[in-house]
């Protein structure tokens, strides 16, 4: 009992990482797309030949260790898995634990490369290899330290959240009471957690106008909706929404770059149209000293003899 308490404590997450191509890849390190999991960035680190040529490295790293502030911390819990493409039972899977710190910010496994190599075993497939990693996060106060700095209230005895997301949290619950329903059983931090994520996108899109979803404000848009969908609460009346707005940004997007490419275009031909002014000048200059050369070439008797001059 104690031990299914514990896990309560814990919020999971998966990422998967499709690497194509595996043999190409030279022997630097590669990184995968940052991901988040209970509000915390993280992302997979591969050295396609670790340490030596016989093994591939593997390392769970925090993402955003260079900005967060001095003395941070993080535990988590962590498997990283090659995933066998033919047969899923026989995926090499490490179970791994570590306190992450300003100097020891990522944790792996080293994984035989011949047992990779073996196209017979399903790990290659088509030159693809999949890598996927499950985080499991303690809840608490310490997930919100490195992002919320605005003064934290009481939300209806469920926990402390930035003040400045009360209105927006209010505005939902009254019209969705399902949320406040689905954690009830959950622990007060894990309530604090969801409540702050949920808090925390329904401010960026009540604060954030069209015009100023730029692809960094995207980026930041699906990075809170993915935190947001750890938590399990019953979005179905707002994902249609957040991913028109991510389908809005797409469109505007390839908008601006047909707008750029009409400007390019407009910008050449009056290129081209000032070339042909110049050259119909040139062109008329041309003219009149041939018609000029002309004349006076007409004044030469062509039937005179040549002679040559005498001293």
Not at 71 to 95: H, M, P
Not at 249 to 259: A, E, F, M
Request: proline share 2%; hydrophobic share 40%; aromatic share 10%.
């Amino acid at each position: 009992m104690k031990e299914e308490e514990e896990e309560e404590d814990f919020v999971c997450g998966t990422f998967t990482w499709r690497i194509n191509n595996f043999s190409k890849l030279n022997n630097l390190l590669h990184y995968s797309d940052v991901f988040v999991i209970c509000g915390y960035k993280w992302r997979i680190i591969m050295y396609p030949k670790g340490s030596n040529e016989d093994y591939l490295s593997l390392f769970l790293d925090v993402a955003d260790a260079s900005t967060l502030p001095s003395g941070w911390t993080r535990y988590a819990k962590f498997s990283l898995t090659v995933v066998n493409q033919l047969d899923s039972k026989k995926s090499i899977t490490r179970d791994l634990e570590h306190e992450f710190v300003a100097n020891d910010s990522n944790w792996g496994i080293n994984i035989l490369l011949s047992e990779l190599r073996d196209h017979d075993k399903g790990y290659l497939i088509n030159d693809l290899c999949v890598v996927e990693v499950k985080v499991s996060v303690r809840n608490g106060i310490k997930i919100l330290e490195d992002q919320e700095t605005g003064e934290l209230i009481d939300f209806r005895g469920l926990g402390r959240v930035e003040k400045t997301f009360v209105p927006f949290l209010a505005e939902v619950c009254s019209s969705y009471p399902s949320l406040l329903k689905c954690h009830k059983k959950r622990s007060r931090p894990f309530i604090q957690c969801a409540f702050t994520a949920l808090g925390r996108l329904l401010c960026f899109l009540k604060t954030t106008k069209a015009k100023d979803m730029t692809r960094d404000a995207c980026k930041r848009l699906q990075l809170l909706w993915e935190e947001l969908e750890t938590f399990k609460f019953d979005l179905v009346w707002l994902e249609p929404h957040v991913q028109s707005v991510l389908v809005m940004k797409k469109r505007v997007g390839r908008v601006d770059r047909l707008r750029e490419d009409v400007e390019i275009l407009e910008n050449e031909i009056k290129r081209q149209r000032d070339v042909l002014a110049a050259a119909e000048v040139d062109l008329e200059a041309a003219k009149r000293d041939l018609a000029k050369a002309e004349a006076e070439f007409k004044k030469i008797d062509m039937d005179a003899v040549l002679g040559y001059p005498l001293t």
